[in-house]
């Protein structure tokens, strides 16, 4: 069954922002690396960001200007903040849970994910 669910997906014009959210269980959020994926259409599966489980962020070079990843652990809840989107952002966004220590180049390291939320930029 699904423990993870994004939302905050959706269109939106080149320049533009959007905030992806995961909201995970709690045994999950607080024993876990987090990261969001992403996978365009006729392109391979894509690492955009991690935060480990002692909070350590790392982000993709392509996106490390323009994409934040944080979270609240109030909420139990991941976030991704998109600025300045590009049409090569365009992609289904995932987010998944791994080991405690890893980061987004370790997929394989990812064994919980959700089932995605569509970003198209035009």
């Known amino acids: 069954h699904v423990q993870l669910v994004e939302s905050g997906g959706g269109s939106v014009q080149a320049g533009g922002s959007l905030r992806l959210s995961c909201a995970a269980p709690?045994?999950?959020?607080?024993?876990?690396?987090m990261a969001w994926f992403r996978q365009a259409p006729g392109k391979e599966h894509e690492g955009v960001a991690s935060?480990?489980?002692?909070?350590?962020?790392s982000v993709a070079h392509a996106v490390n200007e323009r994409f934040t990843i944080s979270r609240d652990n109030a909420k139990n809840t991941l976030y991704l903040q998109m600025n300045s989107l590009k049409p090569e952002d365009t992609a289904m966004y995932y987010c998944?849970?791994?080991?405690?220590?890893?980061?987004?180049?370790?997929?394989?390291?990812?064994?919980?994910w959700g089932q995605g939320t569509q970003v198209t930029v035009s």
């Open positions: 709690l045994h999950l959020y607080s024993s876990y690396s």
């Open positions: 998944a849970a791994g080991s405690f220590y890893t980061d987004y180049q370790h997929p394989s390291d990812f064994s919980v």
């Open positions: 935060i480990d489980g002692d909070g350590h962020t």
